[in-house]
């Protein structure tokens, strides 16, 4: 396994720097799987360790040495993983499934206090060292903290998504009331983990990120149309769900009305079309921005849609990465800041389509200072 210390380029890792590798995503979509597997498993685990002849006491000494894993997991998050980083990830998997495995042949294993708090320090381990390996590897690119809180605010999303892994953990144990199913299923998630991170060599990050741009010609937008485009349908989704409930409210049968399904396709179309367009957008404005200056704070377009529709909390991360960097143009440029990152902040989560419409404005003044200093440099230079 190579070494990863070596020493740490003078270059500053931005947040599209980090979008822009495979190690990122590979940390991302195991550490996801990682978490939805485990939460899974541990919902359903005292149901089968019941069916087992388990007691409470015995059930309990799996979280105990699933509490000691996390100790474990901390050795291995700041002590290998500066060094070994891919060792120390996949290892802890690696024995995980092993003793996973000897639960499928030998099902009396589940009520061993031994084995179950061998396999709750393992278990344990392995939920600790990403979260923890993860920061390291982040660090060690010396971004911004801005840079720094967005990249980890992403991968911190894997933990809300695993929350819905018990409904998927509980059917599985629905089909044959036995832990086969589950542990097969905790099983795979491990194994594609490992099959992730295997191609990602080196995670540290601390060697100069590589460069990349795809410029496109700017060009203004009215702030108020993109944003009004875009809140439109959760406005008209909401005003439909109150007709309803209204009508419903006054014994009115509308659910199976040909008006009510012509303005419920109307308003699905509605939302598909801004779909698109919010799509178009984010494609557009990191191409927009990189043509008036390039940045390795910017994303290629294509990756920026991407993550924007696909990841989630994606879109609020990348509209606070570009309100930074617009106020950090107008700030090298001789002027104020363009954006209240504060406020920016609080609509990205709240509602979004304001927050588009601030970076449009924000991205429309910048396109004009960018104009005025060339204008301003031609004019010095004839005079010289």
Request: with cysteine; net charge positive; aromatic share 10%.
């Amino acid at each position: 396994m190579e070494n990863t210390s070596a020493p740490s380029s003078n270059i500053e890792w931005t947040l599209a720097d980090f979008l822009s590798t495979y190690r990122y995503w590979a940390v991302f979509f195991s550490s996801l799987l990682l978490a939805i597997g485990g939460q899974g498993f541990s919902t359903v685990f005292p149901l089968i360790s019941q069916m087992a002849g388990s007691s409470a006491q015995t059930i309990g000494i799996f979280y105990f040495g699933s509490t000691l894993g996390w100790v474990a997991g901390a050795f291995l998050g700041f002590i290998v993983a500066s060094r070994h980083g891919r060792s120390a990830l996949i290892s802890p998997i690696l024995v995980c499934a092993i003793v996973a495995i000897s639960f499928l042949p030998a099902p009396a294993l589940w009520g061993s206090p031994a084995f179950l708090f061998l396999f709750g320090v393992v278990f344990g381990t392995v939920r600790a060292v990403f979260p923890l390996a993860i920061a390291i590897f982040l660090v060690g690119g010396r971004p911004g903290k801005i840079d720094f809180g967005c990249a980890l605010t992403l991968l911190s999303t894997t933990i809300l998504i695993s929350a819905f892994a018990p409904i998927g953990a509980s059917w599985l144990y629905g089909l044959d009331l036995g832990a086969v199913p589950v542990v097969s299923a905790f099983l795979a998630c491990l194994l594609l983990a490992v099959i992730l991170l295997v191609p990602a060599g080196n995670l540290a990050f601390d060697e100069a990120p590589r460069p990349r741009h795809t410029p496109l010609a700017p060009r203004r937008r009215s702030p108020l149309l993109v944003a009004v485009i875009l809140v439109m349908p959760p406005i008209l989704i909401f005003l439909m769900a109150i007709g309803v409930h209204l009508f419903q409210a006054n014994d009115a049968d509308v659910t199976s009305s040909p008006v009510t399904l012509l303005l419920a396709l109307l308003v699905f179309g509605i939302a598909v079309a801004a779909f698109i367009y919010l799509a178009y957008w984010v494609y557009r404005i990191h191409g927009e921005l990189a043509g008036a200056a390039r940045s390795q704070r910017l994303l290629t377009p294509l990756a920026g849609m991407l993550i924007a529709i696909l990841v989630p909390l994606g879109l609020p991360v990348l509209v606070m990465t570009l309100g930074d960097l617009l106020n950090d143009r107008a700030r090298d440029r001789g002027h104020g800041s363009l954006i209240s990152i504060a406020w920016l902040g609080i609509w990205s989560f709240i509602l979004p389509p304001v927050a588009i419409g601030m970076i449009q404005n924000a991205a429309n003044e910048s396109y004009g200072m960018g104009s005025d200093r060339r204008n301003s440099d031609s004019t010095v230079a004839v005079f010289r």
